[in-house]
């Protein structure tokens, strides 16, 4: 479904947003299955933690089926067309990638999806497990898409001004339902919040972009989901 007015400018303003969608229970089950099947078959690539634990599995449109039909859900497309108009492309080289978040990991530390303003990329969480506070949900900083670039992907409160500013204390958790979906501003901080239970908190996470006008060349890394290569350069006659 389109999104409102009022959600669009909340996540223009905010640089995030919970979708008004939600997936079917069954497909919620289904991604599930998948996600456990590969990690029992230790079907590489698969990122382990201190403990060999594997706590997520990257590549993830690259394997069975389900995950790309779970990325190019006409819903979640609908949804997307309010942000990112209607020429999409799903990248395949940022996100991409199903995680655990295991009890006793650590909290990640606050980062963005993008280093600065050089791609729009909208991050979207589809949360194959209910998310709350307490086994490790999404935490943002609402409104710090719009503050100037960073160094690194990760560890930004390396950044001096970051540190001494107190954005980082202004963090807010964002609890989300089995089957829901998050859409971030890739230059938005967030992190994903400490699990301290017995359980754990699974979802896939992918990466949106507007298909680039001045783009000449197809490129294998980004997949046209909804619809045409919109080329609009001046290099070209008529």
């Given at each position: 479904m389109a999104l409102t007015h009022e959600e669009v400018?909340?996540?223009?303003?905010?640089g995030y947003l919970a979708l008004p969608i939600?997936?079917?229970?069954?497909?919620?089950?289904?991604?599930k299955t998948a996600i456990h099947s590969d990690i029992a078959a230790e079907i590489e690539?698969?990122?382990?933690?201190?403990?060999?634990?594997?706590?997520?599995?990257?590549?993830?449109?690259?394997r069975a089926p389900i995950f790309y039909q779970?990325?190019?859900?006409?819903?979640?497309?609908?949804a997307l067309e309010s942000l990112l108009g209607p020429h999409i492309e799903l990248v395949k080289n940022r996100h991409n990638h199903a995680t655990l978040n295991l009890a006793a990991a650590r909290s990640s530390g606050f980062?963005?999806?993008?280093?600065?303003?050089?791609?729009?990329?909208?991050?979207?969480?589809?949360?194959?497990?209910?998310?709350?506070?307490?086994?490790?949900?999404?935490?943002?900083?609402?409104?710090?898409?719009l503050l100037p670039g960073v160094d690194h992907l990760h560890h930004i409160d390396r950044n001096d001004w970051i540190e001494q500013s107190g954005l980082l204390q202004q963090a807010l958790p964002v609890p989300?339902?089995?089957?829901?979906?998050?859409?971030?501003?890739?230059?938005?901080?967030?992190?994903?919040?400490?699990?301290?239970?017995?359980?754990?908190?699974?979802?896939?996470?992918?990466?949106?972009?507007?298909?680039?006008?001045?783009?000449?060349?197809?490129?294998?890394?980004?997949?046209?989901?909804?619809?045409?290569?919109?080329?609009?350069?001046n290099d070209r006659d008529g």
């Open positions: 400018r909340h996540f223009r303003h905010s939600r997936a079917p229970a069954q497909t919620v089950t289904d991604l690539p698969v990122v382990r933690d201190g403990k060999g634990r594997a706590v997520r599995l990257s590549k993830i449109l690259e779970a990325a190019t859900w006409a819903p979640l497309l609908d980062h963005r999806d993008l280093v600065q303003w050089s791609r729009g990329l909208v991050s979207v969480i589809f949360y194959l497990e209910q998310t709350t506070f307490e086994n490790g949900c999404t935490h943002v900083v609402p409104g710090t898409h989300m339902a089995a089957g829901s979906f998050l859409a971030i501003d890739g230059l938005v901080y967030h992190r994903v919040g400490e699990n301290t239970t017995p359980g754990t908190r699974m979802s896939l996470t992918f990466g949106y972009h507007s298909a680039d006008e001045l783009a000449a060349t197809r490129d294998d890394r980004r997949l046209l989901v909804r619809g045409a290569p919109p080329y609009m350069g």
